[in-house]
């Protein structure tokens, strides 16, 4: 089910995000059990694209793709996952277990009338992705992964590769209750912008941009629901009944990822039955705001190499 929902405040940061040139619209949308936030632009009647942020972000991560994609011919929706933002934040770790943010992404498509669209992730909207594509094969025309490992190969790693173990630290203290919370809050939310600052390049995260995750931070319960992602992980490991994609694959991968080492991108790839792996020397974990142009180029040669139709309409 879909509203429109609209704030002044919400079309604002819309406004000042995407250019003038792009109608983009503030949504929410009803999707298994919970409503999205979930920003829209692009003609009905395109093929659609849907893309998936990460931790500790929202929908802005993608700010620099929208106009691209739209002006190239595309439908792209962009939703505040589950617990982040302007989203519905459930209570309970259970409720963000992988399978159902997956489930959340299947019934998003379907309220544009389709079956299936493109899908890009990036970091934990990456892990989504992967199991959508594994658990939802049918949901995922084609498929673009930026620094983020498919989880067969993350858990490979961490039983196999001591460096990977030692950057994935911080996973054990999100299992904690309250005191991440306290952290993560401690100071105007210090920890969570060096989290940003200190794992890229000088300048990659601007004062507005950074004033803008604080405020989306700063909502009630989200720092819960962010961390629950984590927690439900742990206690409810994904567990989708292939571990194989048959999408076509792009996966992108900052090789200065501080958290993630490369080898995770090579050991993803070697999932799919169709992938193509760009490795970005002297880039971080965080692509899509570091490499924005380059990363769009990358996603519409992806996208247009299929030669897709326009949707499977319903």
Not at 59 to 73: F, H, K, M, T
Not at 157 to 185: D, G, H, T
Not at 195 to 218: K, V
Request: glycine residues 6%; hydrophobic residues 40%.
């Amino acid at each position: 089910m879909e509203t429109n929902g609209r704030s002044t405040a919400t079309d604002a940061e819309i406004g000042a995000a995407v250019p003038s040139t792009v109608d983009a619209d503030s949504t929410r949308r009803t999707v298994n059990g919970v409503e999205l936030h979930v920003v829209t632009a692009g003609d009905r009647s395109d093929p659609l694209l849907v893309l998936l942020h990460g931790f500790p972000e929202y929908w802005y991560e993608w700010r620099s793709q929208i106009a691209p994609l739209v002006d190239a011919g595309y439908r792209v929706l962009v939703p505040d996952q589950r617990g982040y933002n302007r989203s519905e934040k459930p209570d309970g770790v259970r409720a963000y277990r992988t399978a159902e943010l997956a489930r959340d992404i299947v019934a998003l498509i379907a309220t544009e009338g389709r079956d299936a669209a493109h899908v890009v992730g990036h970091d934990w909207g990456g892990i989504v992705a992967w199991d959508l594509a594994c658990r939802f094969p049918g949901a995922v025309d084609r498929l673009a992964v930026v620094n983020a490992p498919h989880p067969t190969a993350y858990r490979r790693q961490l039983l196999s590769n001591l460096e990977q173990l030692r950057r994935s630290w911080y996973v054990p203290c999100f299992q904690l209750p309250w005191l991440p919370e306290f952290a993560c809050r401690y100071d105007e939310y210090r920890l969570l912008e060096r989290a940003l600052r200190e794992t890229a390049p000088p300048g990659t995260f601007s004062e507005t941009a950074l004033a803008r995750y604080r405020r989306a931070w700063s909502r009630d319960h989200a720092l819960t629901a962010m961390l629950n992602w984590y927690r439900a992980a742990a206690r409810y490991p994904p567990n989708p009944p292939i571990d194989r994609v048959a999408a076509p694959t792009l996966v992108v991968w900052g090789e200065d990822d501080t958290t993630l080492v490369p080898a995770l991108a090579v050991d993803s790839a070697a999932f799919c039955a169709e992938c193509r792996l760009e490795m970005l020397r002297g880039v971080s974990h965080w692509v899509p705001h570091e490499e924005p142009d380059r990363l769009s180029g990358l996603l519409l040669e992806h996208f247009d190499a299929g030669s897709l139709p326009v949707a499977r309409s319903r």
